[in-house]
């Protein structure tokens, strides 16, 4: 953990409140954001879907672009997020998963306590050390988040096994000018188009096929972006 995330604790944490309200400044600089298969058909209306792989370990994660260019989100705005769909991954924070400093086969919540969302808004602990509601609740939506990524991965190691991830660099024109957007991997609808039957019948018993569709759909939204970056110039 670093210096500024600590494990929840009441004794620590007891008279600490989160603001609901957030332009999700933590994430201003970042151009992709993580995201789980179970988004896709959501997200998919308004921003690209992708994969991108770990250079050192090989794993493949889901992730919506935010931007063209690295460093640039162009859904961040202090007015508000320009976009009524939010990433699951991005609406946790302060609080985090991390793991247990004593066990680090095990995960613990924990917060961030630089955070500026920390002020006047809802007590994490009631007066007698219990967890308010609103701490119960913002638990449970990280641990149900923690476990869609789980089947998030297994299901992205299965269209790996499929080789139905392909590299792709992705091209936008803006004005005149050419932006390359490289390293990342797309459905290969070639591959798709020719599995065997008991191969797309898994895809489809395991039920990522909506997932399939909505990331081969979700890279229409590139000219969405491109639209914001000229907006916002």
Known sequence: ????????????????????????????????????????????????LVFVKNSETGQFQTVAILGLTPGENLFFSE????????????????????????????????????????????????????ETLYLQQRKQSLVDYYEKDVITKSMVDLLNQKQLLKQQSITVKLNDQSLVINGVYIIDEQRLQQLDDSSFLELK??????????????????????????NTR
């Open 1 to 48: 953990m670093t210096s500024s995330v600590h494990p929840l604790n009441k004794s620590r944490h007891s008279s600490i409140q989160l603001r609901d309200v957030s332009p999700y400044a933590h994430v201003n600089n970042q151009h992709m954001v993580p995201v789980v298969l179970h988004e896709f058909v959501r997200l998919a209306a308004d921003y690209p």
């Open 205 to 230: 018993n395991r039920g990522v096929l909506p997932s399939i569709y909505a990331q081969l759909a979700s890279l229409h939204q590139l000219q969405k972006l491109v639209k914001l970056k000229a």
């Open 79 to 130: 007015a508000g997020w320009r976009s009524d769909l939010i990433p699951g991954s991005i609406t946790h924070y302060p609080l985090l998963l991390a793991p247990d400093i004593f066990n680090p086969d095990q995960l613990v919540v924990a917060i961030n306590e630089d955070s500026a969302l920390i002020g006047a808004g809802n007590l994490l602990f009631d007066e007698q050390g219990e």
